[in-house]
């Protein structure tokens, strides 16, 4: 099969598509045949030499795809030659053939397209395990995403809408802003011109919001614990900012504070199928009644790898960017 192969850390143009052996499949896994493969920001720095896959995990990158099964191993139950489905990988995503566990495959949600289904399993289980799962953001409950037009945030900020809870997003542009606004975002901040703590606390009569979906890390920490309300969960996915920071620890006692951080891929394959399992249950309901959508910036061909890598990397995208096999 042909796969963006890492010829060597360092810069987009080391993402090359080459001829490599096809993956063979294991007793609980089934084969992909790959339609589409959507980047995340870590593979970017997988890219780079500074997230390798875990142990047993695809040297190839990718995180999520869609596709239809074209073998299944001896102990797989739920799925047959011929399914369109979609799924979380540990790696191995920007090739024509993947081999993945079948707890970690769902089905195409109907009234989805086979490439856009791509476009959700990462930032589905990602956000469903931490701020639902996790942080039991629930209705009614303020919720600040930052980096609300990521590929997290767009779908982060139509899922908590959803589930009945104001979303408050940052983003560094007006027309960022602005598709956040038309996904259900109640308030925008453009953290390049305002202060995000003092919008926060203006929106909220002083109080501050419930739950934070952070990918900023160090640079934000002190001032995400200043806009939190009592009771407050602060949830980091990510430091793009850096991972120091010096910080006051009275307000997590005063306010009875929360703070927390997880990461998806170096899960354990049962870990992972129960939040694809809690995925399905409750976030799939959303998506096939319309409330959900993907949000797709741009379609380019799996060898164009490098230019999607380049593309996220320059920030200018509003939700995902998908390879199309
Ligand atoms: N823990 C986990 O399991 C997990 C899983 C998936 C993703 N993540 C993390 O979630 C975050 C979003 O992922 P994604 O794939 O959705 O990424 P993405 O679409 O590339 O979005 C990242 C956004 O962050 C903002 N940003 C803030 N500071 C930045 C900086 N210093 N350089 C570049 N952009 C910056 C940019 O928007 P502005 O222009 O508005 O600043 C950019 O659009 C990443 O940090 C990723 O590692 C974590």
Redesign the pocket.
Known sequence: MKAIVITSPGAPEVLQLKEVEDPEIKDDQVLIKVAAAA????D??QRQGKYPPPKGDSEYPG?ECSGTVEAVGKDVKRWKIGDEVCALIGGGGYAEKVAVPEGQVLPVPPGVSLQDAASFP??A??VW??IFMMSHLSSGETLLV?????????FAIQIAKYYGARVFV????EE?LAACKDLGAEVGIN??SEDFVSRVKAETGGKGVDVILD??GGPYFQRNLDCLNIGGRLF??????GTQTQVNLSALLARRLTVQ?????SRTKENKAEIVSEVEKKVWPAITAGKVKPVVYKYLPLGEAAEAHKL??S???????ILTV
């Open positions: 980047i995340n920001r870590a970017t720095l995180l990462e930032v289980c990602t395990s931490t930052h980096g609300g037009s990521s590929g997290i945030g767009t940052t983003a560094g542009s960022k953290y390049k990918n900023i980091i996915i990510g430091f793009m900012g951080a997880a990461g998806l891929r996220m990397e920030s200018q995208h509003i939700g995902k960017i």
